[in-house]
């Protein structure tokens, strides 16, 4: 059955096959991102992994920062594309859980802010972290759902969004530099 664009039989039969077979669910993602001057940036995205398998994909994804912050201000800033993949991740959950629940989703928007105090980014106060603190976020949803269905499709999607999760938990980052 068809709900929200989503095909549930095969996400059931999807669920199933991981949970028999938990490898099925392994995926890893990679992208890399080349300067392009001042304050630009591209990242491509070349491809993926699911159960050790490669798949590809290109993508681009651009960003700059605004003019106020050296950048030209022609594309979305890290900031801004943080927020759009949290928000994205999070879009997917609410309209996959919906539609197992056989809720149809007329309309969702979720909206995200953050505020950040530039003294730590620019290394003038190192009592002010460089980043966000909070993230506050809004989920505003319409369909055939009762007040109950939306809330336990919210818990879910708190509970089991990669992204949000990657947002609220510490994550190790493993760096290497390499130089010429």
């Keep these: 059955m068809l709900i929200n664009g989503i095909e549930t039989e095969n ?11 938990p490898q099925v669910g392994q995926v890893s ?30 993508f681009k994804i651009e960003a700059d920062e ?5 950048g030209e201000n022609t594309a979305p800033n890290p900031q801004e594309l943080l927020l759009a993949a949290i928000n994205a991740c999070m879009t997917v959950g609410y309209v996959a859980t919906a539609a197992v629940m056989g809720v149809k989703i007329n309309s ?12 730590g980014f620019l290394g003038l106060n190192d009592a002010i972290p460089p980043g ?20 336990a499709i919210h818990d879910t999607v708190i509970k089991t969004s990669p992204n949000r999760w990657n ?14």
């Design 167 to 180: 947002a609220a938990h510490p994550i190790h980052l493993n760096a290497t530099l390499k130089h010429n």
């Design 11 to 21: 996400l059931a039969g999807f669920a199933q096959s991981v949970s028999q077979d």
């Design 108 to 119: 969702l928007k979720i909206k995200a802010s953050g505020a950040l105090d530039l003294q």
């Design 29 to 58: 993602f990679a992208v890399e991102t080349d300067w392009k001057g001042g304050c630009k940036s591209t990242t491509s995205v070349h491809e993926w992994y699911m159960a050790g398998e490669r798949k590809a994909k290109t």
């Design 132 to 151: 966000y603190e909070n993230i506050d976020y809004e989920v505003i949803i319409d369909g055939d759902g009762t007040a109950e269905q939306y809330q």
């Design 66 to 70: 605004p003019e106020e912050l050296l």
